[in-house]
């Protein structure tokens, strides 16, 4: 087995991961926090992709620059998402709670359909960074890009989170909101403030995916659901693991692309068949714990 190609394999699939630790963290966190499994958080990742790709081709803005707009743009959707929509099924029964967001993501990827047509489109971009070569590997610098930007923003969410007083306050809505809301804190600011921060990775990540990869309304429902295979993995709630569940998987979809025949094409089979093993080995994932009623 050639190993520069093992290298490259291992160096394009870590840089993946970053793309898809943005991706699984937002989403780990909104369940952590509000216990709502978000079904739309690939939609909030696919307007991210689309306002980078406009900002950038329509206005000229810089990719680096456009994707933070993106972030910022998602956070405010987000925060309008949650005090309009999601906020009023916080207290409903689990199925209503799936129910409403998987009806949000099948209205946002139609709405997308009907505004931009489902062709796909590609953000032609210079390389924002200068590749990267390592023993005779290279990986491009936009490849790279993705990956720092994956790692700065995980190290971001975990300092908020450990370092700070709303981290602190987020945290104590999520082990027991009657509790914290007994304390003082405002269980339902906190709700909204985790849509929030959700929201920015999606974005940036959206960003992300427009840089690397393509835009397309259903780009972001290929993404989530390697995003759930990771939160999965890692455990629902569990930010910590999604970087590791993030790295686990897109290895693994790597070297089953690289080295397997017709492997390409076997991305969800990897990510569901992390899914069922997770489920049958250790229900509650690597990191994660038993939720008590």
Known sequence: MDFVLILQTLLL???????????????T?????????NFAHGEF????????YFLNTLADVPAPLAILIAGAAMAVFSVLVFYGFLAHVLRQDEHNQILATLG??????????IAW???????????VMPALSLLGVTIPG?????????ILLYAALMGFMRYSRYGLELRLASDDPDLAALTGINVNRMFALSFMIGGITAGIAGGLVALVLYVQPSVGVDLVMRAFAIVALAGLG??????????????????VATFV???????????????????LVRPYGMFGRERRA
């Open 142 to 150: 936009n490849n790279v890009f993705v990956l720092l930007v994956g």
């Open 13 to 27: 699939a870590l840089a993946t991961a970053g793309l898809y630790a943005a991706i699984a963290s937002g989403l």
């Open 261 to 279: 025949s017709q492997g390409a094409s076997w991305g969800y089979g990897v990510a569901f068949l992390i899914i069922v093993i997770v489920l």
């Open 45 to 52: 990742v696919m307007l991210g992709a689309f306002v980078t």
């Open 238 to 255: 569990s930010i910590p693991g999604a970087l590791i569940g993030a790295v686990i998987l897109s290895v693994a979809e790597g070297f």
């Open 117 to 127: 047509t489902p062709d796909a489109r590609v953000m032609h971009v210079s390389p």
């Open 29 to 37: 966190l909104e369940f952590g926090v509000t216990r709502i499994i």
């Open 104 to 113: 949000l993501s099948i209205l946002i990827i139609n709405l997308a359909i």
